[in-house]
């Protein structure tokens, strides 16, 4: 299975690592200009563990997860939201990210946003919007 990981610090070196080691394909993921990509890519380990060749490192987000049957975010949702400033319009940058498994759906088979508007409502307890 083709496995791409977001986010190459410590936790996302991890489950890079632990993929890898289970037999998985990885891709591992990090910011143009980032210091744990930069150290990855010359030395291949961090303070915890050594990465194996057969981790592909990259800073290419299309890369990274064109090609995955599973994408692991390993990053903070602070990191997220300054990712976003340089990608969408300001006003569009989510305050909260929720990650689920499906969608509702109608019976035609389209996402009823609607629906996820009100369920995240509900769990996030914002009945005052």
């Known amino acids: ?17 632990y993929a890898d080691h289970i037999g998985h394909t990885v891709t591992l993921w990090g910011r143009k200009g980032s210091g744990h990509l930069a150290a990855l890519m010359e030395q291949r380990k961090n303070e915890y563990l050594t990465l194996p060749e ?3 490192l990259t800073d290419d987000l299309r890369e990274a997860v064109s090609a995955a049957d599973i994408v692991v975010i390993s990053i903070s949702s602070q990191q997220l939201r300054a990712f976003c400033k340089g990608k969408i319009t300001h006003f569009k940058i989510p305050r909260y990210f929720k990650f689920v498994d499906e969608f509702p759906m109608t019976v035609t088979g389209k996402i009823q946003k609607f629906k996820m508007r009100e369920i995240s409502i509900a769990e996030l307890g914002l009945d005052d919007i």
């Open 1 to 17: 299975m083709n496995i791409s990981v977001l986010g190459c610090g410590r936790w996302g070196s991890f489950h890079a690592w």
């Open 54 to 56: 057969s981790v592909k």
